[in-house]
Nanobody, 123 residues
Framework: QLQPVESGGGLVQPGGSLRLSCAVPGFTYRYYTIGWFRQAPGKEREGVSCISSSGGSTNYADSVKGRFTISRDNAKNTVYLQMNGLKPEDTAVYYC????????????????WGQGTLVTVSE
């Protein structure tokens, strides 16, 4: 059973930056597309970004384009989400997920989910 583990969340002021990490143990990590999703209080979960197994394809939600950057280090079995220019509306629990899929921001395409890490953007 694959179990992604997120880290790096916290409290940051508007305009600040955070880097989230998603560690995916196991030798099959390199074959999975990895996605980041988020769920704000009272809202449905939404796709934020994803990266293909090779790292050659990425996708971003319109709300984060130009501010967030996804990358992966296959030697470390880790995917990163660099978040710059954070806004209060970015406040949410961020989840990492893995799946044998193309890079699409859709929950059903991802089989394995982490427990989430909380990002709070506030003064």
């Amino acid at each position: 059973q694959l179990q992604p583990v997120e880290s790096g969340g916290g409290l940051v002021q508007p305009g600040g930056s955070l880097r989230l990490s998603c560690a995916v143990p196991g030798f099959t990590y390199r074959y999975y597309t990895i996605g980041w999703f988020r769920q704000a209080p009272g809202k449905e979960r939404e796709g934020v970004s994803c990266i293909s197994s090779s790292g050659g394809s990425t996708n971003y939600a319109d709300s984060v384009k130009g501010r967030f950057t996804i990358s992966r280090d296959n030697a470390k079995n880790t995917v990163y989400l660099q978040m710059n220019g954070l806004k209060p509306e970015d406040t949410a629990v961020y989840y990492c997920a893995a799946g044998f899929t193309s890079c699409v921001l859709s929950d059903p395409h991802f089989e394995y989910w982490g427990q989430g890490t909380l990002v709070t953007v506030s003064e």
